[in-house]
């Protein structure tokens, strides 16, 4: 599976930094100019379940790959930022709903709606000017050598998109053939990226879900994943020592579990990610792979000898795994499923591949 990646956008001072440090677990020595990347681990509690029934000398958890972007300044975004924005696979935008006198907002006062709109608009008015540019290039080529079909298709295709984005509407709602999104491949689009709204609010309001409802409302046909997150709180939580703290410190706060988890199950949501695992006495391994992804395509993700040599997929359920507690009892229950090269994985598979090369 090629490597997706997240990328955390925003405007200055809204905790996308802390954010960032707090998933990834490591220093955001973001630049003006340039990111920086860094992977999270997935806290999944059926991973546990195994880790604790097999008992394995080594256990590795699946992981996202995220990028911090460079902030964004409405109007003085440099045509650099919006190129790394356009090699991301999901845009997370992090927006500051708290209040801290402390620190400034470059438009003096809170108000996230604003924000959010804002930022849409100057993706909007990103994507606009690239595709300006490009039906210039497409022009100055024709007069210069005249035109052949791909270049023709290529232009209706720049000024279908380009309708739609005058529209004010962000390209990830336009319905599109599967030949024209191999097209937009090539292009250095941000609209057509999925989007997650974070809600940084403050101590206060970790448990206040009106705004979070409000908004959920309202973007959801903006195709807009939304959430929220104290990234305060969630820095705390993190600078715990010990699991026993951390749980009595969410408990008193009457949280069910760390909004970066969340915020983790999400992206793999938004990045269209199933989970599935491999089990060994040495070794519990849980993989990401895309959801409608077949047996072959999973068995790729572990190694490229075992798509080549595929025979067949063993898949056992978690569920069924938990409920029985034994290999041996899910076999003698018959659930044991002995599958081929047309089986889809599905979230929460254990598989064994056999192969030959």
Request: hydrophobic share 40%; net charge negative.
């Amino acid at each position: 599976m090629d490597v997706m990646k997240i990328g955390i956008i925003g405007l200055p001072q809204t905790g996308k930094k802390t954010l960032y440090e707090i998933v990834t677990g490591h220093p955001a020595l973001c630049s003006a100019k340039s990111g920086i990347e860094g992977v999270a681990e997935i806290a999944d509690p059926r991973f546990d379940k195994l880790v604790a029934l097999y008992q394995p000398t080594k256990q590795v958890r699946a992981k996202i790959n995220i990028k911090l972007l460079p902030k964004l300044e409405p109007g003085s975004a440099s045509e650099p930022l919006f190129k790394e924005m356009s090699d991301t696979d999901v845009l997370v935008h992090i927006v500051r709903a708290f209040k801290d006198d402390s620190v400034y907002h470059i438009h003096g006062s809170i108000d996230p709606k604003r924000d959010i709109d804002e930022v849409n608009a100057e993706l909007i008015l990103y994507d606009l000017m690239f595709i300006e540019k490009r039906l210039e290039r497409i022009d100055k080529e024709h007069k210069r050598s005249g035109s052949d079909e791909a270049m023709i298709n290529d232009k209706e295709l720049l000024l279908k998109l380009k309708a739609h984005l005058e529209k004010e509407m962000p390209l990830r709602l336009m319905e599109l053939r599967d030949e024209e999104k191999k097209v937009i491949l090539n292009y250095q689009l941000v609209t057509i990226k999925k989007m997650i709204v974070v809600l940084n609010v403050s101590e206060d309001d970790v448990n206040n879900t009106a705004l979070f409802e409000k908004f959920r409302n309202e973007y959801a046909p903006q195709k807009i994943y939304l959430m929220h997150v104290s990234a305060k709180v969630e820095d705390e939580i993190a600078a715990l020592e010990s699991e026993k703290e951390r749980k009595e410190f969410i408990d008193a706060l009457g949280i069910v579990e760390p909004a970066t988890e969340v915020f983790k199950r999400l992206c793999i949501e938004a990045l269209n990610l199933v989970s599935f695992f491999t089990v060994r006495s040495d070794e519990v391994r849980q993989w990401l792979i895309t959801k409608g992804a077949t047996a072959p395509k999973a068995a790729g993700a572990i190694h490229t000898d075992l798509e080549r040599g595929f025979i067949r997929a063993e898949i056992i359920k978690c569920a069924d795994l938990f409920a029985l507690g034994t290999e041996h009892k899910v076999k003698e229950a018959g659930k044991l499923l002995v599958k081929g090269k047309d089986y889809i994985v599905e979230d929460g598979d254990i598989i064994t591949i056999r192969f030959n090369v």
